[in-house]
Every structure is written in structure tokens, then in C-alpha cells.
């Protein structure tokens, strides 16, 4: 590129991103497998259709006027390894189950999982040290299933673009078991809709195809862009910008108003109900101070998005033995500062995001049954983040339904 082309004299396509500065994009050691595995990904079935994701941007058109509740919620980061109809149907009823408990059936509950594709992180760090008795060595960072294996080793570590196609198929199993569930149950309940962090451009842009006249994503029904790559002129949202699916953008207290401005108007700019989900993750202590400015800039521009609370992201600490935690009352804290300054400005507060596991881990410390900081050793199973259990996932929830219903 030579630079004089911009986002808004040249013609969209799925591999604009391209030309934009993209962060977080793994480093493929093995470049020439790639077109190999790029070309089959191009090949493969859509995962989800345009009618399920125009039904998806109802619900969150819904949400947006006040008229539904969303629940966005899962594992940080899914497992290859956890992907059996066991898991699968555990992990659908925990999240119906939080839709049902934060709209208590009164009304329609929006639900969606970081689930069939959230297979890819990004990393504060793209090493880290290892330290075996007296050795040290630096190795890659765990960047999610879909770039390398968590076990701590050198070759473990090593990118692999095969891993790319593993994950399109174990989002596919996943998908169908998400299929099945949903005719099990038709007519009495709300579908599961899937969602991942659309952060390996490669891969999205293989699975964007022209569906009924307009780009879609067809391998999730919502992608969000991540905090850490929510630049308004960056590759994933200039990736984003060009979809039909609705789109989720992860807020944090750094995000100025008018940076939020500029990324809802590349995202929006027809001001469509149903197209934005705003995530914000301010954290407890600053939710109150930095939220009233932001829903008024984007209120004012005349997008209606819909506002949801991750409490976990803001939150995060290191525990003993420099595990990574959260506390169950920061939570609460955050999501009291959420629903209480949107509700003095009359924006409804559409819901929570929540990193959870159907395990019962003790990865958060508080919560009923939780444990204390001392007791977080005791299961801490995570790859990434710190994850409720269902008991504390249950309760947190339970607590926000009290609070929006004061
Ligand atoms: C996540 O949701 O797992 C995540 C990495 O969030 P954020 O981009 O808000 O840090
Ligand atoms: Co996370």
C-alpha cells in the first residue's frame, strides 16, 4: 500500500485489515503451510447464517431500548480439549441458567457464549521467563489454543498454523452440539448465540463471505474487538467495520470519549439499533467517574448500543504466589457503578459479561463458598484468566437482578 488509500475512499473487503497497523497477530514459524491451510479454511462450511445473526441483532436491539437483557459470558479462553457433548451441555445450561436468573423469566433474556471459536488471546507480554530450580529460559507466551499449546515448553509454545484448522473444526463440533440442544428445547427456550474475540485476522477473514448481498462473519454470530486492539485505525476494527454482524467493542477506563466516538463511527455509521454491544471494564474504581462521558458521547452521535458490564477485566490483581485473581465484591462494586450511572442518564444498562466455568474452581476469591486468597490454590486450573465458579457466577448474577429491578 502506498498509503494514499483510506478506509473511506476504498472499497471494503475482508482483507482490508491488511493495510491497517494489526497487533496481536501471531508470528507463524512455518509461513509456507499457511496458504495450504487458508485455502481449506476458505473452503469450509459457514458455522452460523444470516438469519440467526439478524436474529441476534434483535435481541440486541432489545436490549439496547431497555426491552431484554443480554448475558455474554464463558470460559476466557475455550480448551481444545473440552469439547465434549458433556462439556458442551454443561457449559449451555450454566449459561441458560444466568439468563434466567438475571432476568428472573420476566423478560426476554439475550443469551450469548464466549464459546465455539473463543480459542485465541492476546497477551500483555509475548514472552515469558521460565524458572526451573536454578535455569531460566524465556518461552513464547500462551496466546490460546488456536496459536500454541499451554504447556510450558519450548516446542509446545512454537505457533502452528495447523492449529488454525483445528480450531475451525472444534468450533464446528461445538456449533452442532449447540444445534442439537437448541431442537431439544425448541419452543420453550432462547437460543445459545456464539461469540469469540475476532482477534487472529487470517482466520476471520477466511470465514467472510458474501451472504444475501453483505459481508458476514460466518464463523461466530458476534466477534468483539478486544481492548488491547480497539484502536480506531487499527486492523481489527477496520476488519470489523466492513461485517454484518452485530459487533462488540471492549471499553476500558484508558478509552477516551473521543476514541470511542471514532470507533462507533467506523462500526456504526448508520446508526443501526442491533449493531453495537458495548463492553464496558472499567474497573470498581473507576467505573462512576469515566462511564457518564462515554455513553453521552456515543448517545449524542445517535448510535444505540447496547451496554453491558464485564466486571472481571478492570478487576484483575495477583495473588499469592503471583496467581492472577479477582475479587467477587469488586465485582459487585463495578457493576453497582455500572447500573447506577446509566440509570441517572436513562440509558438502560443491558447486562453483564462474565468470565465463568461450569468446574467448581477456586479461581475468585469471596462469593458464597468462595475462597479467600489463601484458598485459590486449591483448584486453579485456568489457562488465562480467573474464572467465577457456578456458585459465585450464580450469586453475582442473582445481585445484579437485584439491582436492576431497584
Ligand atoms: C477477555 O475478554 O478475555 C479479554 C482479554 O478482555 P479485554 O480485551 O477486555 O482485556
Ligand atoms: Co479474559
Partial sequence: ???????ETAQWQPDSWRSAPTGMQPVWPDEHELPAIIDELHAAPDLVTAGEIDALARGIAQAAAGDALVIHAGECAERFSAVSAADVAARVAQLRELGDELTGKR?????????????????????????????VTEIASYRGDIVNDVAPDRLSRTPDPRRLLRAYHHAAATMSLLRADAVDRAGSRTSVFTSHEALLLQYEEALTRERGGSWLNTGTHLPWVGYRTADPA??????????????????????????LAEVCARLDP????GRLLLIGRFGADRVAEVLPALADVVRNAGHVPAWVCDPMHGNTFAGPQGRKTRRVADLLREITGFVGALTKMGVPAAGLHLEVTTEPV????????????????????????PRLNPRQAKFVVAETRRLLLR
Fill in 1 to 7: 500500500m502506498t498509503g494514499v488509500i483510506t478506509h
Fill in 107 to 135: 423478560s426476554p433474556a439475550v443469551v450469548i457464549g464466549r464459546i465455539a471459536g473463543q480459542y485465541a488471546k492476546p497477551r500483555s507480554t509475548t514472552t515469558r521467563l521460565l524458572v526451573r530450580g536454578f535455569s
Fill in 234 to 259: 487499527g486492523g481489527h476494527v477496520r476488519y470489523l467495520s466492513g461485517i454484518g454482524n452485530p459487533v462488540a467493542v471492549k471499553v476500558s477506563a484508558g478509552t477516551s470519549p473521543s476514541t
Fill in 270 to 273: 448508520d446508526r443501526r439499533p
Fill in 362 to 385: 477456586t479461581e475468585c476469591v469471596g462469593g458464597p463458598g468462595g475462597p479467600d486468597a489463601a484458598g485459590l490454590a486449591r483448584r486453579y486450573t485456568t489457562t488465562c484468566d
